[in-house]
């Protein structure tokens, strides 16, 4: 159990994220804003992507970062937000799934 | 996010305080609500629940979607005292969420045999504090029945307006606390925040049920924290 009571600086998505901002680089922000069943990620949680499609954090397991992190390219370039949806019954989950049999909505936006 | 957003938030979040990003998530619009900003109608009776709560959610209100994201500061306990009290508080406290840490200067009580797996400091707390302050989501216990030892982390605490602060002792030895207390400085409103005797009245006699009440009136205060003191003078 992690017990520290102040943040893991070389860790956190959105420290890491601001690192980023500072070093001029274009970064986009992917946050779980709704879990059904079982997630593996609680509501809240970050997966933070620079324009090189390097990341820190996370929204699933494991499943389906590397979809998010294609879709924030994208919306690195076009600036405009997108709300992700992923699990068994979707469509792209044949592609992407969550294992789990949960079902998450994931929300893309460009820093800046 | 607004690159503004976003380093204000960090800001709050490593000064270990509490802050709801609220996203509007039609226009992707967000802003920082700190703790006891006011926010008005359904959105305000969400924000105010994520403060409560700690927990992110999505919200429809005025016609709207919102997501807000609750960044509250990991509670903690901090002991003054290495006694019988403490050995059964310490491992309650951890497995209920909160991360304890034992200051008592005296080296006989203060040991990793009687502690372990506890941060653990055999200094004053007058030397601990100064390099790891108290804030608003530490609560502090007070179990030494010493003053010497007690007096100074109680003033501390209650200036650094932790969410809860509690004192072992009779009413009696708590009279005569109360009385030292104002000797060094602390106003009446102050001391009424010090739970003493410690502990909610739920007969506790043996030291671990003493650390019970201790525990589920830590709880308690945390999860009501901002309730009871609304509209009273800071």
Redesign the interface.
């Known amino acids: 159990?992690d017990?520290?009571?102040?943040?893991d600086e070389a860790r956190d998505p959105?420290?890491i994220?601001?690192g980023w901002?500072k070093d001029g680089k274009d970064v986009a922000?992917a946050?779980v804003?709704?879990t059904w069943g079982s997630a593996p990620r609680?509501?809240?949680s970050h997966l933070v992507i620079d324009a090189e499609g390097n990341f820190h954090g996370s929204v699933s397991g494991g499943c389906v970062e590397g979809a998010v992190v294609a879709e924030a390219i994208d919306v690195i370039d076009s600036g405009k937000?997108r709300?992700l949806e992923f699990g068994v019954a979707d469509e792209t989950a044949w592609q992407v799934g969550l294992s789990c049999g949960g079902r998450i909505?994931v929300?893309v936006?460009?820093?800046? | 996010m607004d690159p503004y957003v976003l380093k204000t938030l960090n800001e709050e979040r490593r000064a270990r305080r509490a802050a709801v990003l609220v996203t509007d998530l039609g226009d992707g619009r967000d802003r920082i609500v700190r703790e006891g900003d006011h926010v008005a109608g359904d959105l305000g009776a969400a924000v105010a629940r994520a403060f409560r709560t700690g927990n992110s959610e999505s919200v429809a209100a005025e016609g709207r979607t919102f997501f807000l994201n609750a960044h509250l500061p990991r509670p903690r306990l901090v002991v003054i005292g290495a006694v019988h009290i403490s050995q059964a508080l310490a491992p309650m406290a951890r497995i209920a969420g909160y991360p304890v840490e034992i200051i008592d200067p005296r080296t006989a009580f203060a040991t990793p045999e009687r502690f372990p797996d506890v941060a653990l400091h055999a200094e004053w707390p007058e030397d601990v504090l100064k390099r790891e302050p108290l804030d608003s989501y530490t609560a502090l216990a007070a179990v030494t029945h010493d003053p010497k030892i007690d007096d100074f982390a109680l003033k501390a605490a209650l200036d650094a307006r932790c969410f809860y602060v509690g004192a072992l002792g009779s009413r009696k030895t708590h009279a005569k606390r109360v009385e030292r207390l104002l000797a060094l400085g602390a106003s009446a409103d102050q001391i009424a925040r010090i739970h003493a005797p410690i502990g909610l009245d739920i007969g506790a006699a043996s030291p671990a049920e003493i650390a019970v009440a201790v525990l589920a009136q830590t709880i308690h205060a945390f999860r009501s924290r901002g309730l009871e003191s609304k509209g009273a003078v800071a």
Not at chain 1, 3 to 7: A, F, G, W
Not at chain 1, 109 to 112: H, Q, T, V
């Open positions: 159990m017990e520290s009571i102040y943040l959105l420290i994220a601001e901002m922000i946050t804003v709704e609680p509501v809240g937000a709300m909505k929300y936006e460009r820093l800046g």
